[in-house]
């Protein structure tokens, strides 16, 4: 754990310090949140919330949305509006009501006709909302990208949006220090994606559970930002909260004129980056956990499972279950060779693939789609993919691509250049996989289903996908002519991003003292709390149930429930949905043998997880809900994903740890035999149903508090707004750059106005009637 005040520090440490509004003698932490990008897919709930408490946004200048998981890749020539474009039911909701709620709440919004549109973690890089030692969340696992500036950024549920947009604070502890050292040269068609596929197949999927994972060392150094993003990003994958890069001059070079960013060449600017120039670990400062890699082990790198830890060099064999550790693994291995249709002792590069595609925020930038043209361009798509697709991460990536050529050599070859958006990465739009399509993917996940249901992911880098496409299987790319894919040293020029508003004040001390001082007036980031009432939970004291065995390990979220369910604005009705693909066959009929359709647990409400590391993957929340609306409101398991652990908490459920094996199987033997067990958290023991103690539990002091009382932590951070006022005084004085308010429209004197700037066009130069970004 971190280190006393006064030793020395990590970065981590330096920035999470920084940011602590309070502190409680159980650890838990009030940290205050500098940066929040919102999405449609997690955050309907959240406004919903607000709406029905009579709660406002705290900072809608410190918030900043955009719609990228619905959204289709298609042509957006006729676009006239969200609602007449994007054609499926449920993600055009979702996209309308995330419009509704910008309106309501006055929030910066990037829709579809700016072309400032992206995915989420791209564009809050691209603009400059994400600064250096900044706090970042999102609804969002993937937010740990923005770690590469130096930030601690990582995912939230969306109970954790709502408490952030009524309070730009979370509640939160201090996480354990991992450090990445990655030293020496990438050779040739080695890029930071397979930096990461390695690190992850060395550390495993649960490696990083509790930390925040810095990632340094000389070849680290030598990446651009778009390099140390790709890693920062997957992060998540290694099972850690956030992963971090110390900013510096390639960091500083890249924020140079971001809309967002500190006026370049300004006071305000130089203080910045003597401020960010702070932020490195100290000498001497310790991390729980170590781990070294030497670049010239790593290979172009392939995942064969579907886990994002089962990886292989490209030169590698498909690997033999039967060689693996301990029987679950050998069994788990065998579930995942049947998934992907692949036999034991393949070698990769003779797996033949259908689909390719390159995008998402792992590999979406203008850096990716430079690395995949190099080995595309004069060549030509393979007669056997059926299709290849390039969806660039933002539309200003699009435009820079395109006026670099790079939409043509990929047109030419037989790719398909589309829009910006999530796209493949998880399906949740119309792009995705058929049953049994195998596909070369740059995503982040390769789970079961996740780009389609039945779909088959082989995770590479962009160099990689562009080699698979050309010869139609998994490919070395290496053996492509012409190939020196080196890494590169961070490009000097950043993308020329025009500054969209021209109104930009310097802060004077005035204003600071005016935005500290908030509320005065109509300011939109006004604190006028209509309610501090907590809304309320159902409490949770001593609950009894049936439990039901799973004897899985890493279960991922996109597992729980499948991308399909989350285009729902409510929080409930997810029950029929949990466990989707493990309960039911493609025609919809149930799975005789999975545990719930089994009549005695049909009616379960406890879940006893064998296998370690639950809830990994995706910050969803439907996770949760889906559990809840089943009935199970308790969760036994060796370990949990961070994520998912916070989210059960919010809703009223209890996740519990239970380590020690021998209690584990006794109380997975209970469930076996079809009885109830009994949960005592005021006492925290496990009782049989008897009532014989099988073991005692851990707790955090404050969310036992929460729960035994159905405390909603929202009305207790409200109690706090002294605090919250007074951290955010002394952040105007000392980082002022931070008082987002880029895109806000500002009276002749400067002060800042109720909406933000909207563009009256869009990227086409069209005017929208009524503007969509505000
Ligand atoms: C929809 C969202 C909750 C999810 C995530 O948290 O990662 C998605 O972006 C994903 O990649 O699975
Ligand atoms: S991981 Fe995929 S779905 Fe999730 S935010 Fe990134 S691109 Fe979108």
């Known amino acids: 754990m971190p280190t006393a005040e006064g030793g020395p520090q990590t970065l981590y440490d330096k920035v999470f310090q920084d940011h602590i509004v309070d502190e409680r003698l159980d650890g838990t932490i009030l940290l205050y949140i500098d940066r ?167 550390i495993g999927t649960a490696g990083g559970t509790g930390a925040v994972i810095e990632y340094c ?15 920062c990003n997957m992060s998540i994958e290694g099972g850690a909260r956030a992963g971090m890069v110390a900013p510096d001059e390639v960091t500083f070079e890249y924020l140079k004129n971001r809309p967002l960013a500190p006026k370049y060449d300004s006071d305000e600017w130089d203080k910045a980056v003597s401020y960010w120039k702070s932020l490195k670990s100290d000498p001497g400062a310790k991390y729980d956990i170590d781990v070294f890699i030497d670049a010239k082990d790593i290979t172009p790198t392939v995942t064969w499972g579907t886990s994002p830890e089962d990886v292989v060099p490209i030169t590698g064999k498909v690997p033999d279950p039967e060689t693996f550790a301990t029987p679950e693994k050998q069994a788990a291995g065998r579930r995942m060779l049947d998934y992907m249709g692949l036999i034991a002792g393949t ?36 007669a056997n993919i059926k299709q290849a697709m390039i969806v660039p991460g933002s539309g200003l990536i699009k435009d820079r691509a ?84 080196t890494p590169r040293k961070a490009s000097p020029q950043p993308m020329k991003v025009k500054p969209h508003v021209d109104e930009r004040v310097e802060t004077d001390d005035d204003e600071r003292e005016m935005i500290g001082d908030q509320p005065e007036d109509n300011f939109p980031h006004t604190n006028t709390i209509v309610s501090h009432e907590s809304a309320g939970l159902p409490k949770f004291t001593v609950f009894k149930g049936i439990a039901a065995p799973l004897e899985r390990a890493n279960v991922d979220t996109d597992a729980i429930i499948p991308k399909q369910f989350l285009k729902t604005i409510k929080r409930t009705g997810l029950g029929s949905a949990l466990f989707f693909a493990l309960r039911f066959n ?42 809840l609306d089943f009935g199970i409101k308790c969760v036994i398991a060796p370990s949990y994903a961070d994520i998912f652990f916070n989210n059960t908490f919010k809703n009223g459920m209890l996740p519990i740890a239970i380590t020690n094996k021998d209690d584990l199987e006794t109380i997975a033997k209970e469930a076996r035999a079809g009885r109830e067990v009994e949960v005592d958290l005021p006492n925290q023991v496990i009782n049989d149903a008897s009532g014989k ?82």
Not at 151 to 180: C, D, P, Y
Not at 355 to 367: D, H, Q, V, W, Y
């Open 36 to 202: 929040h990008l919102v999405h449609e897919v997690t955050s309907p709930q959240a406004f919903e919330g607000l709406k029905n408490a009579g709660r406002k946004v705290r900072r809608p200048d410190c918030t900043l949305a955009t719609t990228d998981h619905n959204v289709p890749t298609t042509s957006r020539k006729n676009l006239k509006n969200i609602e007449t474009f994007v054609e499926e039911e449920d993600s055009r909701l979702q996209c309308m009501t995330l419009e509704d709620n910008v309106k309501d709440f006055g929030i910066t919004y990037f829709g579809l006709g700016d072309k400032r549109q992206g995915i989420v973690h791209i564009i809050g890089p691209e603009q400059g909302f994400t600064l250096p030692g900044t706090t970042v969340v999102c609804g969002d696992s993937h937010t740990s990208t923005h770690g590469a500036f130096g930030a601690l950024a990582f995912g939230i549920g969306t109970s954790e949006v709502e408490h952030v947009l009524a309070t730009q604070t979370l509640i939160t502890k201090r996480s354990k220090n991992m450090r990445i050292q990655v030293d020496g040269e990438l050779a040739p068609g080695v890029s930071s994606k397979d930096i990461i596929l390695h690190a992850i197949g060395q």
């Open 217 to 231: 060392g000389s070849a680290i150094e030598a990446l651009s930002m778009e390099g140390r993003m790709s890693i």
């Open 693 to 774: 103690k099988i073991c005692s539990f851990n707790v955090e002091e404050f969310r036992k508090h929460c729960l035994v009382n159905g405390l909603d932590d929202i009305g207790l951070t409200m109690q706090m707004e002294d605090k919250i006022n007074s951290f955010e005084k002394k952040m105007t004085l000392n980082t002022p750059w931070l008082n987002g308010s880029g895109y806000l429209k500002r009276d002749k004197s400067g002060r800042l106005a109720a909406k933000a700037v909207s563009v009256p066009k869009t990227n086409r130069g069209q005017e929208i009637k009524e503007p969509l970004e505000w």
């Open 347 to 382: 070698p990769i590069e003779e797996i033949v693939l259908d689909k390719i595609f390159i995008g998402s925020c792992t590999n979406a930038r203008i850096e990716d789609l430079r690395a995949a043209a190099a080995v595309v361009k004069g060549k030509k798509v393979a």
């Open 402 to 485: 395109e006026a670099e050529g790079l939409d043509k050599i990929f047109t030419d070859a037989g790719f398909e250049w589309r829009e910006a958006g999530c796209s493949m990465c998880l399906g949740m739009n119309p792009d995705i996989l058929s049953p049994k399509e195998r596909c070369a993917s740059t995503s982040n996940r390769n789970f079961e289903g996740r780009q389609g249901a039945g779909g088959r992911t082989h995770l590479v880098s962009p160099a990689t996908a562009a080699a698979c496409a050309i010869v139609g299987k998994l490919t070395d790319v290496r053996k492509l002519a012409d190939t020196t894919v």
């Open 586 to 627: 493609a025609d919809g009929s149930e799975k005789p043998e999975f545990v719930l359709n089994q009549e005695q647990y049909r009616k379960s409400k406890i879940l006893v997880v064998t296998g370690p590391n639950f809830g990994c993957g995706s910050s969803r929340e439907h996770a949760p809900w889906a559990l």
